[in-house]
């Protein structure tokens, strides 16, 4: 992993970019702590061409979306052309909205869907990602229905993104799903896991308990070309800051391999 493949997810400051001005401001802030690009989600109404003329105004690039559930599925060429305004190839899948995976045939019709868009995206140059929580870990009629998902669907028209804090806390192995996607993950959200009050929550990368090493050298193995750095939630605490405190975590582990020896 290069640093320069290291990415900001703005959901992480969601709070902070609801106005043009604010995009502007937490954009400046994003770069200044060493990052070069950024996945755009989570943020309130701008133009495309702003978007362009700010992040090429800091030096960062847009590496990835995330888009609206329903858009990408009903609304497929209005993704895609939001993706081409922004020059950017990739976005995911970012929540199954209004699914009800209690059923493999409600799991199979989403495979079908996701994989419809897919295909529209890769005529136009383009990759659609699957962003996984939890609950696509549930067991159905003998597999997970992540694992459906992926089964079902051409790997040609529907990659993966997976995020290693909700794989680890719907009981499943990072490192294992990045080794399942090999080839098939262009994308990776880096969240760390801690336990806060006896509950699941998030922690800055490399500040929690993933193996996060591992985690990094499976997804190269995997193909990875972004490591996305996003924090659901900071808990009261400034999410510059964590997002500071991940890129610096990463930029050491960048900056020798995964045995620790220096490069």
């Known amino acids: 992993m290069k640093i320069s493949q290291v990415a900001a997810q703005l959901y992480t400051l969601r709070d902070y970019i609801k ?4 995009i502007a401001s937490a954009l400046k802030k994003v770069r200044a702590i060493g990052y070069e690009a950024v996945q755009v989600s ?4 701008i133009d495309e061409t702003e978007l362009n003329r700010i992040l090429a105004g800091e030096g960062l690039i847009c590496c990835a979306t995330h888009e609206d559930s329903n858009k990408i599925l009903n609304q497929t060429e209005l993704v895609i052309e939001r993706l081409q305004k922004l020059n950017c190839r990739y976005t995911a899948y970012p929540w199954p909205a209004g699914v009800d995976f209690s059923t493999l045939q409600n799991v199979l019709d989403l495979a079908a ?6 295909k529209k995206m890769r005529k136009a140059g383009q990759v659609l990602t699957y962003h996984n929580h939890a609950t696509e870990l549930v067991s159905v009629e003998g597999k997970t229905a992540l694992e459906w998902i992926y089964e079902k669907s051409n790997k040609k028209n529907l990659q993966g993104e997976i995020d290693t804090f909700w794989i680890q806390n719907g009981g499943a192995d990072p490192v294992a799903w990045c080794k399942k996607l090999r080839k098939r993950l262009p994308l990776i959200h880096l ?3 801690t336990v806060i009050d006896n509950k699941p929550s998030f ?3 490399g500040h929690g308990n993933l193996n996060m090493p591992a ?3 499976a997804a190269e193995k995997a193909g990875c070309e972004w490591f996305i750095v996003e924090q659901d939630d900071c808990y009261g605490r400034d999410p510059f800051g964590n997002l500071a405190l991940s890129f ?16």
């Open 248 to 263: 610096n975590y990463l930029k050491g582990l960048a900056a020798q391999d995964v045995s620790g020896v220096a490069t």
């Open 203 to 205: 922690a800055a990368v």
């Open 19 to 22: 106005t043009p001005a604010e």
């Open 113 to 118: 869907k996701l994989d419809a868009a897919g």
């Open 215 to 217: 985690i990094v050298q």
């Open 191 to 193: 969240k760390d896991y």
């Open 42 to 45: 989570g943020m309130g109404p």
